[in-house]
Structure formats: C-alpha cells, structure tokens
C-alpha cells in the first residue's frame, strides 16, 4: 500500500523525493501539505481506489492515509 501511496503523493507533489518517505513521515509537517494539497490528494485517492470520502478523515501521517486505505479495500 505504502508504495500505491507514494505514486498518488508524487502526482500532488511532484517535487518531493519520494525514496525518502516512510508511514512516519508526517503530511503537513515533513511534506509541506498545504489545504489545497490536501483535498487534491483527497482526489487523487479517491480516483485510484474509486471510492468517495463520506465523512472528514484527518490524516497526520503516511501511514494513517495507508491504514485507512487497508481498511478500505
């Protein structure tokens, strides 16, 4: 799931390096997501996994985006 992660954080964030990012590695704080790179991201997941956000989901780590997948599909 982490690396089906970084592909979709790489469309929304071309500029960071991505062989440096962990399920630790925090949104806002070590990527630099701002709010429009957060719902774009939003979007981009909801593409690639075709599904729709219902409800807010606060995301403060990698790792909490792929969990939430995981329990997603």
């Known amino acids: 799931m982490l690396e089906n992660l970084k592909n979709i954080l790489q469309k929304?964030?071309?500029?960071?390096?991505?062989?440096?990012?962990?399920?630790?590695?925090?949104?806002?704080?070590d990527l630099g997501f701002d709010s429009?790179?957060?719902?774009?991201?939003?979007?981009?997941?909801?593409?690639a996994f075709k599904f729709r956000f219902t409800e807010f989901v606060r995301f403060e780590t990698?790792?909490?985006?792929?969990?939430?997948?995981e329990s997603r599909i």
């Open 12 to 29: 929304v964030l071309p500029e960071v390096d991505m062989s440096k990012v962990t399920e630790e590695t925090r949104l806002v704080e």
């Open 36 to 47: 429009l790179a957060l719902m774009m991201l939003s979007m981009e997941i909801e593409d």
């Open 62 to 69: 990698v790792g909490d985006v792929c969990g939430y997948l």
